[in-house]
């Protein structure tokens, strides 16, 4: 019974899905296959010298999508150097949703945020429909600061597995508000129009400045905030694509540590590089690269942090492959990158998992996706 209802609940949102995933169209474009080497940065190296075995604050960064042939197309582009390189330990992660060999990012996200498989496009609870705490929220329970980032709506499937409970990920009004339910401190993201344009007439920005947020919607005003509650809503639903961010994911991070770093106790937050996904579902190479350069900038700005108080644990896995990349060619000196996809959907191959910083031991070898929950919420319900 539980069942039929999520599949009547599901099918009741088709009309909102398809707005909110317009962006799996596969590109037909030749010239978008190929990634000519346009941006490159500078890469400093970090020692990862932890000051003890448990971290006081994690950093969880997911890049949406990421298998290795994306990570190594980023590689390729910045001429053999990411920071992604100063990860020395490196496992794998299988992502297998609880009804499929093929997660979609509602499960995978939900198995990595609360430790429990769970079918395809379920938010924060289990095949039965009961809801888990995710490890966010047993942050806040613990005295924690808390935070999620995206390049995304805050809504969508990823972030949300981290903060919502619903029973389908389409559910992007009721999403938003769970974000009412919960003591977070710091979210950026976009999504503005399912906290306003919203069916039962609520305005959930006032009721989130009514609990003492700062709500804003310019990241230059944003990026201002260096204290108390923030509310980021970048844009009406998705930001755009990296090149027109204007380094929102990097400012965002900064932003957010900053704040976050205030509490004594330590913090927890999770920052997704959203569209390395919809680089795959699109074929489009050049996308993905200049999305996982992105991310990969954003990695940097957390091993700041990380690297300096020496008590933070850093990890970064997917929540699955997109697109069944390949890499076809490519030319180190140059950048250049030359991709090629499988089809326009996700995958079931196994995706990397780095770690950085105190219990990065614990994040080597092959595990099963919920095991990296698992293995985050027990840092964080035993903390020292």
């Known amino acids: 019974m539980k069942r039929l209802l999520t599949l009547v609940i599901a099918l009741a949102f088709t009309g909102s899905l398809f707005a909110q995933e317009n962006y799996k169209t596969v590109t037909k474009e030749d010239s978008l296959k190929i990634y000519h080497g346009n941006i490159s ?9 932890p000051k003890s075995k448990r971290p006081k604050n994690i950093i969880f960064m997911i890049g949406d999508g990421m298998g290795t042939a994306q990570f190594y197309a980023g590689l390729t582009a910045n001429h053999g150097n990411l920071f992604l390189n100063n990860f020395k330990h490196v496992g794998f992660s299988r992502t297998q949703s609880a009804n499929n060999y093929i997660t979609d990012s509602a499960a995978g996200g939900t198995a990595l945020s609360s430790g429990y498989r769970t079918y395809n496009g379920a938010i924060g609870v289990d095949t039965d429909t009961v ?3 995710t490890m966010l929220e047993i942050a806040e329970e613990k005295g924690l600061a808390t935070g999620l980032i995206s390049t995304s709506a805050i809504t969508h499937a990823t972030p949300a597995s981290f903060i919502a409970h619903q029973p389908s990920r389409n559910m992007y009004e009721e999403i938003a508000g769970d974000f009412l339910n919960t003591d977070i401190d710091v979210f950026i993201g976009g999504g503005y129009k399912h906290f306003t344009e919203r069916k039962d007439g609520r305005d959930l920005t006032a009721d989130l400045k009514m609990k003492g947020y700062v709500v804003l919607q310019d990241m230059k005003e944003i990026e201002k905030v260096k204290s108390g509650k923030l509310v980021g809503l970048t844009a009406e639903e998705h930001n755009p ?7 929102m994911l990097v400012r965002s991070t900064e932003t957010a540590l900053n704040i976050l770093q205030q509490n004594k106790k330590g913090y927890f937050i999770m920052i997704e590089g959203s569209q390395i996904d919809w680089g795959g579902h699109q074929n489009n190479t050049n996308y993905v690269v200049e999305e996982m350069l992105d991310f990969d900038q954003a990695i940097g700005k957390a091993l700041e942090f990380a690297a300096k108080d020496g008590e933070t644990l850093i990890v970064i896995t997917a929540d699955h492959e997109t697109g069944g990349m390949a890499l076809t060619g490519g030319n180190m000196k140059t950048g250049m ?8 959907h996700h995958t079931g191959v196994m995706v990397p998992v780095f770690a950085f910083g105190p219990g990065a031991d614990q994040f080597t070898g092959i595990m099963k996706n919920e095991d990296i929950g698992k293995k985050l919420i027990s840092f964080i319900t035993n903390k020292k």
């Open 41 to 49: 940065y500078p890469v400093k190296n970090y020692v990862d010298a």
């Open 131 to 133: 809801a888990h705490s």
């Open 241 to 247: 694509v990296a090149s027109e961010r204007n380094n």
């Open 337 to 344: 990158v030359q991709g090629s996809f499988i089809y326009g």
